[in-house]
Structure formats: C-alpha cells, structure tokens
C-alpha cells in the first residue's frame, strides 16, 4: 500500500470526490449533466459520454489534491485513459488525487430490510488489475432500508468479509453500507449499524484498518466513536440524494467526518457550459464541500 496516498487519505484535508456512477443511475447522471437518452444508443456511447464529463471534471483546473483527497472511480474509467494517461495514473501523478475504484456489481434483491451486494466472483481478478494499474482502495455498497437488526448484521458481516478480501490484495477497503435518507425508522437503522460497527471493528487485529461510507446519521455527531476507532483510517460521508446545500450543512454539523459525493458533486455542470462557466461553477461545488469537510 502506497504510505504517501495512506497519509494523505488519513490525514489530508479535503473530500473524496464519486466519480463511479455505473449501470443503471449512468443515464440519470448524463441527463442531470444535459444529455438526455436520446441522444445516445448503446451503453457503449452511453459510457463514452459518461468518461467524457468524467474527464472534463477531472482535467479541470478547479480540481486536484489541494481540496480533493481522492477519486473514486468506475471500472470503466479505470480502464479508460485521461489526455493519453490511464486514469489511475493521470489522478495520482498529475493532480495528487488518490484513486480508488467502485468493485460491486450492484444490489440484489431486498431482504431483511436490506439489499446485499450481489455475488463478485472476478473479485480476485478484479483487484489483481486495480493494483497493477496503481488503485489505492476500492468501494463496495450496500443499502439498508430499514432497522432490521438479522439484515444489517447480514450487511456488515458481507461488507466485512469482502473488505478482508481486498485487503488481502494490497488495496483499502471503503465499506458503504448505506441507510437509505427515506427510511422511516433512519435513526434506529444507525443505531443497530454503529453497534454492529463497533463489534466487528473491535474484533479485528490492531495492524488492519479500512475506511467507512456512511449516509450522514439523523442524530448529530453519532458517528463520532466511529470516527475515533483505532481500526478507521477516515469516515467519509455519501450524499444520500440530498442536495449540495442541505448535505454540506448536515455534514458540517458532524465533525471529523468529511465529504464522498457524487450528485452533490456534479449538480449544476452542464455538458451544454462553456469551459470557463463550467470550471467555475465546479469551483464553487469544490470550494464548498471542501468546506464542509474540513469545518
């Protein structure tokens, strides 16, 4: 594991920009970018698209490691390359942002309250490939609809299990089991998710340690003992569907935990701005999550 990209995670100030739409929120993301289906055929052209504004965020010059810690990425961006450099790479050694990469395959079906992520069996594969290409860590999401305590631990032990598995391969895990911001009993679920936290952090060797996802709890500053356990190298904090303004003001509100957005991140760029509105309006997006993050 790279010690400069280890400190800088652990101990930099900034967010974690979610550059790992996939699948089926792709489209979502492009028409909220101004592209609308129509205008491509194909996940092919979709996904071509999609690492076009990928691109144009990251080759911005609003954005690199001075406010920015790190980027996530979808496999496809991974494999995909930024002005002839091959992502992983163009992040680290031009803009001093520390990749990872998105390695679940999505959610199955709900159960127990819950949505586990589906079976990964390239996993192994997957991570090799990840290494070799210079990905520091990896991130993998769950959704938790409800306060089900049989289907939130079924969500940590499989968040457990795979984050044992990437670690065995080099690489940090983010473990992402969400709470759903709709769901009608969201305290209580974070109750039995930080008690359940708690339990297996404390139950792994002192010299392992990951990284947590978390949707900003209900009750201000609950999180804080995750924050502080020796086994957590950095909370960082999804946006949950709230937009920019609300989540920077809820994140504010949770000290030591900063910022991993995705739509809060990109809303208000428009494939349809030039590029200086569009630098300056991703700016200004940067500009306060870093705030955010670092109050």
Do not use: C
């Not at 509100?253 to 990109?266: C, D, E, K, Q, Y």
């Amino acid at each position: 594991m790279n010690q400069e990209q280890l400190d800088k995670v652990s101990q930099g100030k900034g967010f974690i920009a979610a550059l790992d739409q996939s699948g089926g929120s792709t489209p979502k993301a492009l028409k909220l970018y101004g592209i609308e289906e129509s205008a491509y055929k194909g996940d092919a052209e979709m996904y071509g698209l999609v690492h076009a504004m990928r691109t144009r965020i990251v080759t911005s010059p609003s954005f690199d490691g001075r406010r920015v810690l790190g980027a996530i990425l979808f496999e496809a961006t991974m494999d995909r390359q930024i002005d002839g450099v091959d992502s992983a790479e163009y992040l680290w050694k031009h803009k001093q942002v520390v990749p990872f990469l998105k390695v679940d395959k999505g959610l199955a079906n709900e159960a127990d309250g819950v949505q586990l992520m589906k079976p990964m069996p390239e996993l192994d594969a997957l991570l090799a490939r990840a290494a070799g290409k210079g990905v520091f860590g990896t991130k993998m999401r769950s959704v938790v609809n409800g306060a089900n305590e049989k289907g939130i631990a079924a969500v940590l032990d499989q968040q457990f299990a795979v984050g044992q598995q990437i670690l065995n391969a080099g690489l940090m895990p983010i473990l992402e089991p969400e709470v759903s911001i709709g769901a009608a009993d969201k305290e209580q679920a974070e109750a039995l998710l930080k008690k359940g936290f708690i339990e297996r952090l404390n139950a792994l060797p002192s010299a392992t340690k990951v990284m947590l996802k978390l949707t900003i709890p209900t009750v201000d500053g609950f999180y804080r003992e995750l924050v502080a356990h020796p086994q957590v190298v950095r909370v960082v904090a999804l946006s949950g569907g709230y937009e920019r303004d609300e989540a920077n003001a809820r994140l504010m509100r949770n000290p030591g935990i900063i910022a991993s957005f995705s739509r809060a991140l990109t809303e208000g760029l428009s494939a349809q701005q030039s590029d200086a509105d569009f630098n300056a309006a991703l700016d200004v997006a940067i500009e306060s999550i870093y705030r955010a993050s670092i109050s």
